[in-house]
Each structure stands twice: as C-alpha cells, then as structure tokens.
C-alpha cells in the first residue's frame, strides 16, 4: 500500500480510502466488518463515512456499524484514520442540518457516540453553507479542537471560491483551516480541474 500524508499536515494516509457509504444500506454489518478487516489487512488505514449514511434520517446508521466495528478491539480504532461528515439533515427540526456553531456542536457529539470513540481524525463539512459566516464556522471547528474531538478539517463538494474564503478567513484566525477536499472526480467528471485542484495545490490541500 502506498501512503501519503494528509495535504500539508503531517498524518499518514493509505492513498485508497475506503468508503463506507453503502454499509448497512447494500451490505450487511457482517460483510461490512470483513469488508474493514480486508482493507486493514492490505494496509489501508484512511475510512470515510458521515453521519447521514444509511438513509435513515438522524439514525446514522453506517457510523453505529463502524463503532461497533471498532468497539470489537484489535487495535482497530488506533490503526484507523476516521474521515466522517456533517451537514445533512439529522431531524424535521431546523437546526440539527448544515453548519451553525449549534449543529457542529452537536453532530461532533453525535458521531462520536455512534462511533464509539473519543475524537475523529477528520471532521468533514458534506456541503458549503452559505448562510453560515466562516468565522463562526471556524471558531465552532477550533473549540472542538481544543477540547481534543477532532485534529483535522475537512471540505466535501466545495468549489474553489469556497476553499478560497475558507482559508483566507481561517489565515485570518491564525487556524489551519481545511487540510482536505472531496470532490466528484473521475474520468467522465473532470471539472474540478479547471479551479478546484489549482486551488487545494495553492494552498496545500489534499484531494
């Protein structure tokens, strides 16, 4: 297996992640283990998931299988990097969805539960929220990682202007900002390479 580390920051990172999205949907908790077993088994040690999937709003279906995945002991939890995601909607009320300094307290907590464990290595934004000003954003991301819940942020589905005034307000906070991006690409959808890529190389972002 081939690692590489996390944008610019310092952690080590299996350059095929797994993907959890279809677990407890399309696979069984059982073939879900044997599927995270294999994956360590060949060295990859990068898991994504978020909190929405599963399809069974506020639920959080696929993150309660990994925790019970890691809860099974092996060294499993220390020998993962966990990538999970908040944004989507938990509940009919209005704050349990997208990125209020209320909903990123709270999902933060939720996952962690579901997870089954102390802190999360990436805590991913699943979409831009436009309504939500960055320094509230972030000043909610940094209190999580000063209480040790997260080391790391991360972007999903972002454009580039909206890594571009992530980070400039994150500069501004004296704050690492985002460290990753996770983008639709492959060879039929390629238009992050017109100002995504650019940007997260500009400013030392890992895809």
């Not at 350059?15 to 059982?30: I, S």
């Not at 908040?86 to 933060?108: E, F, H, K, Q, V």
């Not at 080391?151 to 900002?177: C, D, M, P």
């Amino acid at each position: 297996m081939e690692y590489t580390q996390l944008g610019r920051t310092g952690l080590s990172v299996s350059r095929l992640c797994l993907g959890t999205m279809n677990f407890g949907v399309d696979t069984t908790e059982p073939d879900s283990f044997a599927i995270m077993d294999a994956a360590h088994e060949e060295g990859i040690n990068f898991f994504d998931t978020a909190n929405v999937y599963g399809w069974k709003k506020g639920e959080g279906v696929t993150e309660n299988i990994i925790g019970r995945w890691f809860a099974s002991g092996g060294g499993r939890r220390d020998r993962t990097v966990i990538a999970t995601k908040l944004y989507g909607s938990m509940s009919d009320w209005p704050n349990d969805t997208y990125l209020s300094a209320l909903n990123i307290r709270r999902a933060c907590d939720a996952s962690l539960q579901r997870l089954q464990t102390d802190y999360i290595d990436l805590y991913q934004m699943h979409h831009v929220d436009l309504n939500t000003p960055w320094d509230e954003i972030w000043e909610a991301m940094e209190t999580l990682r000063a209480q040790g819940k997260i080391l790391y942020v991360g972007s999903s589905n972002f454009a580039a202007w909206h890594i571009v005034k992530a980070q400039e307000t994150a500069r501004r906070r004296n704050f690492l900002g985002l460290t990753s991006e996770q983008s639709i690409y492959n060879l039929m959808t390629r238009w992050v390479e017109l100002e995504v890529l650019p940007a997260a190389i500009d400013y030392g972002i890992g895809l």
